[in-house]
């Protein structure tokens, strides 16, 4: 089994910028490729970005590209979401993910299908 604990949610002003971390227990994480979703009151759940084990590579939601970067430290057990710019659209509870099966197309890399643990999530709001 694999935890995940997210942290680094708040509030802040559009254009501001927050840095969310994902903390994951167990001796295999870097065998996990890695995502945050997100999801608003009333909307589903959305993909935000995602990292494969190796960190070789990155994929994003069209409207945070630019804005987001994912990141992770496999020696240190943890992926983080560099998040700036932001706009009132990207409040959310923002969710840490992570998946073992194999992967290498958008597709599965974004699907919620695709991930088998997951965080309890943190609150992000962004003011106008």
């Known amino acids: 089994q694999v935890q995940l604990v997210e942290s680094g949610g708040g509030l802040v002003q559009a254009g501001g910028s927050l840095r969310l971390s994902c903390a994951a227990s167990g001796r295999t994480f870097s065998q996990y490729r890695m995502a945050w979703f997100r999801q608003a009151p009333g909307k589903e759940r959305e993909f935000v970005a995602a990292?494969?084990?190796?960190?070789?590579?990155?994929y994003y939601l069209d409207s945070v590209k630019g804005r987001f970067t994912i990141s992770r430290d496999n020696a240190k057990n943890t992926v983080h979401l560099e998040m700036n710019s932001l706009k009132p659209e990207d409040t959310a509870v923002y969710y840490c993910?992570?998946?073992?099966?194999?992967?290498?197309?958008?597709?599965?890399?974004?699907?919620?299908?695709?991930?088998?643990?997951w965080g309890q999530g943190t609150q992000v709001t962004v003011s106008s």
């Open positions: 993910a992570a998946g073992a099966y194999y992967c290498s197309n958008y597709g599965c890399y974004s699907a919620p299908g695709g991930y088998e643990y």
């Open positions: 990292i494969s084990a190796s960190g070789g590579r990155l």
